[in-house]
Every structure is written in C-alpha cells, then in structure tokens.
C-alpha cells in the first residue's frame, strides 16, 4: 500500500491494521471507509502518518510499539555524539589519505568540560540523559511537555528552546515527528548554535531541515553532526554532498537495531493487539482519549 486508495481497498472491512511502513496515508478519507476498524497497530514508534485526531473521532484506538528500542537508540546518540566531539570521521578521512595526526581546526574539546543538550526528554532522552550526565560537565533538556518534578527526576536542567541551541557543545534530538517538530532545526535555530557544537539526529528526519544542516557544516558554523534519520528514506545519494563531508557520520536508520529490540518490537505490537481483541485498551496508546469515545458508543469497542 502507498496511496489512500490502496488502504482502502486493503482495509476498508478490516478489524485490525498492523503495518510496519511508516509512508501510509491514514487520511480521514481512509479511516472514513474503515467503518470496522478497531485498532491500527504500528509496528514502530512513529506513527506521523496516522491521522489520530480523525481515528479518534471515529473510536479507532493507536497504538506503537513504544520502547522497544530504548536503550538501543540511546546508546546509538551516545556514541554519535561522543564518535563527533571526538572527530573521530575528520581524523579517520585523513589517515585513509595518508595524513598521520593532522590537528583538526576547531580543535577537540574535553568531554568532561562539555554542555550536552538534549530535545526530548522521554523515553529515549530520558536513557541518554542519565547515561550520559556522568560524562559531561551538564545537561540540559527541552521538553514542553514534562513537569519540572520529571526533569529532576531524570538528572537534567530545565531549559527553553533558545537556551538549549545557544548553550549546548553536544545536542541530541530525541523528540517525535509532530507539526511542531517539523523543521525544528531549520537555518534560524542553526544560526544560534555555536560554531563548535554537535548535532545529532536519532529521531525523525524531517525535524532537521537537510538543507540547512549542510550548509551549516559545510561552511564552519558547525563542528560536526550525526544521523541516522534523513527526510527521505532511503535517501538519495549523493544526498547534498551531506555524506561526504569530513565532519559527519551518518548510518542507515540502524539505531534501533539489536537482537533483543526486534522480538520487542513485535512482542509489543502484538499485546496491543490482543489487549484490544479482549477488550482493553493497549499499554502503549498513542490516543487515550478514545476511551471517552468509546464509551459513549462511538467505534465497535464496547468493553473498556
């Protein structure tokens, strides 16, 4: 499936939709001539292309996979970051040309010494966070959404958006794709980083704007950046020159990858689904206020 049409013609009379592609239009067209769903089960964490208010309206549960690849996206930001302030990929360019020990201009900075910022102070951030904290100097998060009771909680300093770009050596995004996200870090919010900070990207690829982020690294006003997300995937090659530049390390959406993460991520896709078959709403609900709809007699799930 890769239109609407293509849902409707598959889904229209079915109970249950399980789908692992994250590029399916969930339109409130689609869920409009799904008048049997019960629930949508994404077989991942993101689920931007499900139209949740509209599901909700309708009394159709969503629900992901979440945290089945906690501590593996984490460690993946962790070594990202530790791999650019250490410009491991600069040195690693020049010894393959034959240059032994070429001091690299901005030079490296001492970890310990480093301010590391992090977007997103759920799950993933979360694990980053208390990782990480014993590592570098502070940390400090951007997230609306969380109580200052939760960031004490987790071991990072509160901060707004434009004192995270202004003052971290080391940002992580960690937040998920949503309409405020979209272009979160476009060419503005690069321009106030500082000219020797790391960014990296373990979340959604459209939260960065590519365009700017290689403009940024390509001209010095950014010392380095990792990714292993990219708007378009897979991406085209070469994607902006961004792949061939001495200061970034890129890696193919892998950061979820582990033995252990994939029996998870399809152990919690099917509890959601089984918990739904029972009658119950998922642990892992991305839209809890159905419940209220389902309730009133809206959706075929009666029992909540």
């Not at 409707?8 to 067209?29: H, K, Q, S, W």
């Not at 499900?50 to 945290?67: F, H, K, L, P, Y």
Request: proline share 6%.
């Amino acid at each position: 499936c890769r239109t609407e049409d293509d849902l409707i013609r598959e889904c229209a009379d079915a109970r249950i939709v399980v789908y692992f592609g994250n590029d399916l239009p969930f339109t409130e067209r689609v869920l409009d001539r799904m008048t049997e769903c019960l629930l949508i089960q994404r077989v991942a964490i993101g689920f931007d292309s499900v139209d949740v208010e509209a599901a909700t309206e309708r009394g159709i549960i969503v629900s992901n996979s979440a945290g089945y690849c906690t501590e593996e996206v984490a460690v993946q930001a962790l070594a990202m970051l530790l791999a650019c302030n250490q410009q491991i990929p600069w040195h690693q360019q020049n010894l393959r040309k034959g240059k032994w020990y070429v001091v690299p201009d901005p030079p490296t900075e001492r970890l310990s010494e480093q301010t590391l910022g992090i977007v997103g102070l759920g799950r993933i951030g979360g694990m980053l966070c208390r990782r990480a904290k014993h590592l570098v100097a502070r940390v400090l998060a951007y997230d609306p959404y969380l109580t200052s009771e939760q960031f004490a909680e987790i071991g990072a300093e509160q901060v707004d958006f434009e004192t995270i770009l202004a003052e971290s050596d080391l940002l992580s995004l960690n937040c998920p794709l949503t309409a405020e996200t979209r272009g979160l870090i476009d060419a503005e919010a690069l321009s106030k980083m500082k000219p020797t900070a790391v960014l990296v990207n373990t979340a959604r690829g459209p939260v960065v704007e590519i365009d700017a982020l290689y403009d940024a690294l390509a001209n010095r006003r950014l010392r380095g950046a990792g990714l292993d997300v990219y708007p378009i995937e897979p991406p085209p090659l070469p994607l902006h020159s961004l792949f061939s530049l001495p200061n970034v390390i890129t890696t193919p959406q892998s950061a979820a990858g582990s033995r252990s993460s994939l029996v998870d991520l399809w152990r919690v896709a099917s509890e959601g689904v089984t918990s739904v078959l029972k009658g119950q709403l998922p642990e892992t609900i991305v839209n809890p206020e159905v419940e209220s709809r389902l309730l009133a007699g809206v959706g075929k799930v009666r029992k909540v």
